[in-house]
C-alpha cells in the first residue's frame, strides 16, 4: 500500500538529510533551511535526469515488484563493481523534489529496432512505476501538469529520451515517442548517429547534417525539447542556430573549469543566454572536479596498459592478473572525492556566464558511479541550494534554478510548438537528406 501523501508543510523539517553534509559549521543553518523551505514550497524543484528507470531494468529485470521504492534504496545490496542506489520516495521527499526527468536510457550499443523496442519498454516501465507509487508521483507532460502535481504534493514525473540513436533515424518514431510522454531528447549519447557527432567519439558530420536539423525542427514543431548534454561543441552551436525554441542541457556542468568535453564552453553559454535555454548542472564528480577527471583518464590508460585489445597489453588473456594489477594501482592511487561546493562553483560558474535565468539542475544520480560529498542522493538538493544561499544567491534567484528557468523554458516550447504545428506538417524527411533539398 502507497504512502499517504504528505503535504509540504510537513515537510520542512526534514530538508537535510541525515546523509547530507551540513553547509559550513560557521554559518547559520537555520536560516537557510527555512528560506529553501519557503522556496521549495513555492517552486517546484525540478531535476533534469535521473537514471532509476535503467538500475530497475538492469538490477532488477524491470520487476517493479522486486524493489520497494517506499524504503531506503541506499541500504539494498549492489551488483559487483557497482555503488548504492541514490533514488527512492523517502529522499525524494526529504529532497522537496518536485518534479523529476526520468532518462528513458538504452545503451548506444543497442541499435535499430531493438533500441526503439527498449525506449517502449524504458518509458512503459517510469509510467508502471508512477501507477505503482500514485501517492507519490505522477506523470506530468506540460508545464501547468508540474505546477498542478507539485501543488498537490506529488512529485511530477517527466520522460527524456537520452539518446538519438533510440529513434532509429525516424521522425515517425520521434512523434510516436511524443505521443507516448517523451518531452525532451538528448541528441546524441557517448557515440555519434548518423546524423548528429557525440561531445565522446570522433566527429564524422563537424556538426548537425541536414537531417539532423530537420531532428530539431520537428522536435520544435512537437514542443520536445532540444538536449544538448553528449554532443558535440559543433552540434552544440548548429542545434543553438537550428532550433526555434529555448534548448536544454539536461546534465553538463561548465568547461571553464573542468575541461571535459561533456561539458559547456563559455562561447556556448553566451548562445544559451540568446536562445532563451538552460543549462542543467550535471553532479558526476569527473566532470565537475579537475582532479577527478584527471584521475577517471590515468586509471583507463592504466587499464588499457594492463588488457588492450588484440595486440597489446601487459597481462591480455590474463584477466585474473590483469584484474589484480588494476586494484593494486586503484590501493596506490585513491580516487580524489569531489564536493558539494565544486558542483555549486560550476552553477556560479554558468550564472555569471549565461545569467541567472539559464541555469538549472541535472544531477545525473543512478547514472554516474558515486557523487560528490554531500550531494550522496536525491535527498541532498537542499544542502546544495543552501550553500548558494550561502554565497549570497536570494531567494528568488534560488527559485530560478531550482525549477523557475525550466519551467519557462517548457512554456515557451509549448508556445512554439502550437505555432508551428498551425502551419507546418509533420516531416517526412529521412537520414539520406541532403544540403541541396
Known amino acids: ?17 541525515a546523509t547530507c553534509l551540513p ?17 521549495l514550497v513555492a517552486t517546484p524543484l525540478i531535476d533534469g535526469h535521473n537514471d532509476l528507470a535503467w538500475e530497475i531494468r538492469s538490477r532488477y529485470g524491470s520487476d517493479l515488484a522486486a524493489i ?4 531506503d534504496t541506499s541500504r539494498l545490496p549492489a551488483p559487483p563493481g557497482e555503488g548504492p542506489l541514490m533514488t527512492d520516495i523517502p529522499r525524494l521527499r526529504s529532497g522537496h523534489v518536485g518534479g523529476q526527468f526520468w532518462s528513458v536510457y538504452v545503451p548506444v550499443e543497442k541499435a535499430g529496432f531493438e533500441a526503439v523496442q527498449m525506449t517502449l519498454e524504458q518509458i512503459d516501465l517510469v509510467k508502471r512505476m ?3 507509487y500514485s501517492a507519490d508521483l505522477e506523470m506530468a507532460y506540460t508545464a501547468a501538469d508540474v505546477r498542478r502535481i507539485h501543488r498537490a504534493g506529488r512529485v511530477a514525473s517527466l520522460i527524456g529520451i537520452e539518446g538519438g540513436h533510440q529513434i532509429n533515424a525516424s521522425l515517425a518514431v520521434l512523434r510516436q515517442m511524443y505521443d507516448l510522454g517523451a518531452r525532451y531528447m538528448t541528441l546524441t549519447h557517448s557515440t555519434r548517429t548518423a546524423w548528429a557527432d557525440s561531445a565522446t ?10 537531417f539532423g536539423r530537420e531532428v530539431v525542427r520537428e522536435m520544435n514543431r512537437l514542443g520536445m525539447l532540444v538536449d544538448l548534454s553528449h554532443v558535440s561543441a559543433d552540434v552544440m552551436k548548429a542545434a543553438l542556430a537550428a532550433s526555434e525554441a529555448p534548448v536544454i542541457f539536461s546534465h553538463s556542468s561548465a568547461r571553464a573549469l573542468v575541461d571535459h568535453p561533456r561539458n559547456v564552453d563559455d562561447d556556448v553559454l553566451r548562445l544559451v543566454t540568446v536562445n532563451g535555454g538552460v543549462v542543467m548542472v550535471n553532479f558526476a564528480p ?6 577527478a577527471f584527471r584521475w577517471d583518464a590515468d586509471r583507463a590508460a592504466e587499464k588499457a596498459r594492463f588488457e588492450s585489445p588484440p595486440f597489446g597489453g601487459l597481462y591480455i588473456g590474463q584477466p585474473d592478473r590483469s584484474a589484480a594489477a588494476l586494484a593494486a594501482w586503484d590501493q596506490a592511487h585513491p580516487k580524489p572525492q569531489a564536493t558539494l561546493a565544486q558542483v555549486a562553483d560550476h552553477i556560479q560558474h554558468v550564472r555569471e556566464i549565461a545569467g541567472i535565468d539559464h541555469v538549472g539542475i541535472g544531477s545525473d544520480f543512478d547514472g554516474i558511479p558515486d557523487t560528490p560529498r554531500g550531494l550522496e542522493g536525491v535527498d541532498c538538493y537542499p544542502a546544495l541550494l543552501a550553500e548558494l544561499m550561502r554565497r549570497g544567491w536570494s531567494d528568488t534567484d534560488v527559485a530560478r ?3 523557475g528557468n525550466v519551467l519557462r523554458v517548457m512554456e515557451e516550447a ?11 506538417p509533420p516531416s517526412t524527411a529521412n537520414v539520406e537528406l541532403k544540403a541541396a533539398h
Open 23 to 39: 553547509v559550513r559549521a560557521a554559518t547559520p543553518p537555520d536560516d537557510f533551511r527555512a528560506r529553501v523551505a519557503a522556496v
Open 68 to 71: 520497494d521504492l517506499r524504503a
Open 286 to 291: 569527473g566532470y565537475v572536479s579537475p582532479d
Open 401 to 403: 534554478l531550482a525549477g
Open 414 to 424: 509549448e508556445r512554439v510548438a502550437a505555432r508551428l504545428r498551425a502551419g507546418r
Open 1 to 17: 500500500m502507497n504512502h499517504p501523501t504528505l503535504p509540504a508543510i510537513v515537510l520542512l523539517p526534514l530538508l537535510l538529510a
Open 130 to 132: 508512477a501507477g505503482r
Open 201 to 210: 567519439d570522433r566527429p564524422e558530420h563537424r556538426g548537425l547534417t541536414p
